[in-house]
């Protein structure tokens, strides 16, 4: 199936600018699509297998990568071919080119697995090793641009390297490779045998050490908070069973649990919530307040008896307390009494008022 140009405003959208944040790429993406790539993953991930299907026929790939430094994804658009045509597409100078490589190297081969150098080391690296060899005169080999390039070269070559995202500022002001170099150097890494990350198998070039010297073990930060904090796995080292010391695994975790936040979804009818609310507190009201007591109409029934067996009222007193007629509501006496009856007098009455009126 033929691109559609939903698929090609995203792939200009990358070609037209440095990698792109993966913020900034979601929101490209459903500007075009009208759909969330959080919520529609499947949508997403056809679209880029898509896309990167037409882009095999010229040798480039649509590729995400994470920053190493910093934990962020990115996207960008990379060349698969490293011919002596793909060379001509770039601005730097031979000995830029060389010097960059030498550059990356150094960080690779950082002993402390940082991924970084200082400026001091940078601008003290020698690019004799990157001129060509297998002769036995090698020195004679290099280039004279090599050999005539200047520190002042090498300092403006770092700053073009880190504005152009090649090489990048850590934190505390060393380099470090950038974003464009993750995306672009995977079978770099791969080839100059760079360890790879025993969570995600990318090139760990900032990455945490095994405490044991004997093991190489390399876990980027993010990948040991994602291993230790989400799965709840040992902290052990996968590679030797070494106990992992590492204090970012009782940290936030961050993006991981924003993500994890927002899908909760919240209750679809939020009045139902307030109505269980107000029955449970009326509930407890209605605890806290004192019972009914069924006291009054017993009361009135024991006044009925009262002259027919006045030992058994005292027997059938209630314990609670006991509200007089007094103090009852008029309401509440006239349902108990009921509706009033007429009185009649006994015959032996009506024999007895014959007898007094003769």
Not at 153 to 162: A, F, G, P, R, Y
Not at 314 to 335: F, I, T, Y
Request: with cysteine; glycine share 6%; hydrophobic share 30%.
């Amino acid at each position: 199936m033929a691109l559609t140009w939903r698929h090609h405003t995203l792939i200009q959208s990358l070609l037209s600018r440095p990698p792109l944040p993966q913020s900034e790429f979601y929101s490209i993406f459903s500007g075009v699509t009208g759909k969330n790539p959080s919520t529609h993953r499947d949508l997403f991930n056809d679209f880029l297998l898509k896309i990167n299907k037409e882009l095999a026929y010229v040798q480039f790939e649509l590729r995400g990568c994470r920053n190493q430094y910093d934990g962020r994804v990115y996207y960008g658009v990379v060349n698969n071919v490293a011919d002596e045509q793909s060379k001509l597409g770039t601005r730097y100078s031979v000995p830029q080119i060389a010097f960059y490589k030498a550059v990356i190297e150094a960080i690779v081969q950082d002993i402390s697995s940082q991924g970084r150098i200082t400026n001091i080391e940078a601008l003290n690296i020698r690019l004799d090793n990157q001129a060509v060899q297998g002769s036995e005169n090698s020195q004679s080999r290099i280039p004279p641009a090599l050999k005539n390039f200047s520190i002042s070269q090498k300092e403006k070559t770092l700053n073009d390297l880190i504005q152009d995202q090649w090489l990048c500022s850590t934190s505390d002001g060393k380099i470090g490779l950038g974003v464009r170099s993750f995306l672009d150097l995977r079978s770099w890494f791969r080839s100059n045998s760079v360890p790879a990350c025993d969570v995600c198998n990318e090139a760990g070039v900032k990455a945490a050490t095994c405490s044991n010297e004997d093991c190489t073990v390399r876990i980027h930060d993010y990948c040991l908070k994602k291993k230790f904090l989400q799965q709840k796995a040992a902290r052990v080292c996968p590679g030797c069973g070494t106990e992992w010391n590492f204090s970012g695994c009782d940290e936030d975790p961050g993006e991981d649990a924003v993500e994890m936040e927002q899908t909760q979804v919240p209750p679809s009818n939020p009045s139902s919530g307030k109505r269980l609310r107000s029955c449970k507190r009326e509930a407890a009201h209605a605890r806290n307040e004192e019972p009914v007591d069924p006291v009054p109409r017993k009361r009135l029934r024991s006044c009925k008896a009262e002259a027919v067996e006045p030992t058994q009222v005292q027997s059938q007193e209630p314990s609670g307390p006991v509200l007089r007629k007094k103090d009852r509501p008029e309401a509440v006496l006239n349902a108990e009494a009921g509706p009033s009856q007429p009185s009649f007098p006994s015959a032996n009455a009506r024999r007895t008022l014959r007898s007094r009126r003769t």
